[in-house]
Structures are given as structure tokens and as C-alpha cells.
């Protein structure tokens, strides 16, 4: 491992760590299956614990475990929305945008910031040595958005909708009462 930090660090050109390059931290619990590489991909709890503290709360942050067992940001807000009228309440900024699922961008945005966090730079510049966030940024919306097949299709829609359970939870019933479902029907 030594070996493989000092070559990075050195930035050697069989360690060079590029746009190309899918960072551990990327993959759930920071290890990749070579056999399968995108068992875990865009899983990692890293991931998830940036992604709930830049767009729903910090202080949600702690309840990235389990499987869909997320804050219920929807209900949430409802009652900040409610609380509001009496006192001033910070909204997420998930609220504030109204997003109630995780979109390509929304993980794009995230994998660059905490690859950004995690590099030994100090400010943010396009390009960073070898690295190029630009082209890491479009490489990583190509794997959402320019699927091949109806197979890589689905595993991506798959994978999103394990984000929002991970992220919103998985109560969302109480969005759908009848006057919401009347205003969306034609």
C-alpha cells in the first residue's frame, strides 16, 4: 500500500490519478470487486452522509444507516413550512428547490465536492494537476444519462431510487391524497 501512495503522491505515471479514475470512495464500503465492478458503485455511505448535509440537514447526517430508513425530509419541512408562520425556520435546501428524489446531477455535484474535500488542494480550480473535475463531472453524468441498453437503463433507475430511499425515506403515501391526485389527472 506504501507503494501505491507514494506513486500517487509522486504522481507517477502508473498511479496517476485521473477523470477516468473511479475513486474508492465512490463504491459501498470503499472496496471494489474486480470481478463485478459496479457491485457497490455509487454507494458508499460517504456519498450519502455529503449528500444529506449539503441538501436536506447536517444534523441529518447520522441516519444515513439501514435500508431506506432516511429522515422523511418531506414531512419535515411540512412542519417547518407550518412552524414558519409563527417563527422564522431554516429550510433545507432540498425543500427549497423542491426536490424530492436524487437526480444524476444532484450525485454528480456531490462525488466532485467530496473528491475536492478529500484532495490535498486549497482552492478549487477546473483543473487540479492531473485531474480534471470538468471531465470527471462529465464522465460521471455519461454513466447516468448515456446509458447503452434497456439492462443499463434499468440498474441506473435502480440505482437513483435507492439514493431517494436513502436520502428522503420511504414514506411518501401521504404526498398522494386524493386532492394531489385530482390536480394531476388531465
Excluded at 78 to 105: G, Y
Excluded at 109 to 131: E, K, M, N, P, T
Aim: aromatic share 12%; with cysteine.
Amino acid at each position: 500500500w506504501s507503494s501505491v501512495k507514494s506513486g500517487i503522491h509522486n504522481r507517477t505515471s502508473e498511479y496517476i490519478v485521473s477523470k477516468n479514475s473511479w475513486p474508492l470512495f465512490v463504491y459501498e464500503n470503499y472496496q471494489v470487486n474486480t470481478e463485478n465492478l459496479k457491485e457497490g458503485f455509487f454507494k458508499s455511505k460517504l456519498l450519502i452522509l455529503a449528500f444529506k448535509a449539503v441538501f436536506t440537514s447536517p444534523s441529518l447526517v447520522r441516519e444515513a444507516e439501514g435500508d431506506g430508513d432516511g429522515a422523511d425530509i418531506l414531512e419535515n419541512n411540512r412542519c417547518a413550512r407550518q412552524k414558519s408562520e409563527q417563527m422564522k425556520v431554516k429550510m433545507c435546501v432540498a425543500s427549497i428547490i423542491n426536490m424530492k428524489k436524487v437526480t444524476p446531477c444532484a450525485i454528480t455535484y456531490i462525488v466532485c465536492q467530496v473528491r475536492f474535500a478529500l484532495s490535498s488542494i486549497s482552492s478549487w480550480h477546473a483543473v487540479d494537476g492531473d485531474f480534471d473535475y470538468e471531465e470527471f463531472w462529465n464522465n460521471i453524468v455519461d454513466y447516468f444519462e448515456d446509458v447503452p441498453s434497456p439492462f443499463t437503463r434499468h440498474r441506473v433507475e435502480t440505482l437513483l431510487e435507492w439514493w431517494t430511499r436513502k436520502v428522503f425515506g420511504t414514506n411518501h403515501r401521504d404526498d398522494l391524497t386524493p386532492e394531489v391526485v385530482s390536480r394531476m389527472s388531465i
